[in-house]
């Protein structure tokens, strides 16, 4: 079983920052691609940023130049640097890993932190 543990979420003001921190077990976290979702009350799920095996990483456009995701395998922990934090970034993020085997897609999702940022 593959589970996932996020932490780091809280209250900020705005132009704060945070890290939030996604502690995977059950696996080895290198044969995951990993990304951060995020939801507010009323809105879709959004995906937030992703980062591949080869560690390439990937944003939504509201996010770009403020957020940075990385991963060390070595501690099976997915980071998101999260800087100059906006109110429109309030909501529940979710950490997310994802692996295809044999043509087969598997999905697993954390149970969510919530980030609060303030005016």
């Known amino acids: 079983q593959v589970q996932l543990v996020e932490s780091g979420g809280g209250l900020v003001q705005a132009g704060g920052s945070l890290r939030l921190a996604c502690v995977a077990s059950?696996?080895?976290?290198?044969?995951?691609?990993m990304a951060w979702y995020r939801q507010a009350p009323g809105k879709q799920r959004e995906l937030v940023a992703i980062?591949?095996?080869?560690?390439?990483?990937n944003y939504v456009d509201s996010v770009k130049d403020r957020f940075t995701i990385s991963r060390d395998n070595a501690k099976n922990t997915v980071y998101l640097q999260m800087n100059t934090l906006k109110p429109e970034d309030t909501a529940v993020y979710y950490c997310?890993?994802?692996?295809?085997?044999?043509?087969?897609?598997?999905?697993?999702w954390g149970q969510g932190t919530q980030v609060t940022v303030s005016s």
């Open positions: 997310h890993a994802a692996r295809e085997f044999l043509d087969r897609r598997y999905d697993y």
């Open positions: 980062i591949g095996r080869g560690g390439v990483a």
């Open positions: 059950g696996s080895i976290l290198s044969i995951f691609d």
